[in-house]
């Protein structure tokens, strides 16, 4: 390394640690003391407004998810196919499976409402919704 590199690295260094020093300060500035008891209530109430706000509007997230991988052929192995659910809150969403054989790959997709499909799902599939499907649910 050259002098200039080594005095840059230090510099960058040396920022990077008054910059911690600092949030750290405000973080500490920023802490509750017992004077502040009276506010308390009033902050932890606006904060539970915005969560509920925050929670409704990402009802429609596709945020949960699952992958379930397995062999659909006896004579391919490596889990190479797999079924991916996608789905909200609700239950909405879309089942995607891949089958891969020895020469050729098949997607399928299919639409989910409620936790359930019109068409019939593979047990891979169903397993995948049944995963992405949150505990508080089943």
Request: proline share 4%.
């Amino acid at each position: 390394m050259q002098p200039l590199d080594i005095v840059t690295l230090l510099v960058a260094v040396a920022a990077l640690l008054l910059g911690v020093v600092a949030v750290l300060g405000q973080f500490r500035s920023s802490e509750p003391t017992r004077g502040d008891a009276d506010a308390l209530p009033s902050d932890v109430e606006g904060l539970r407004r915005e969560v509920a706000a925050l929670q409704g509007e990402t009802a429609d997230a596709l945020r949960h998810l699952a992958v379930v991988r397995y062999d659909a052929f006896g004579d391919v192995g490596g889990h190479l196919s797999w079924s991916l659910a996608v789905l909200d809150d609700g239950g909405n969403g879309v089942v995607l499976t891949s089958i891969h054989g020895r020469s050729e790959a098949r997607t399928y997709a299919k639409s989910i409402a409620d936790w359930s499909c019109e068409q019939q799902l593979s047990p891979e599939e169903d397993e995948a919704i049944s995963h992405a499907r949150p505990s508080d649910r089943r």
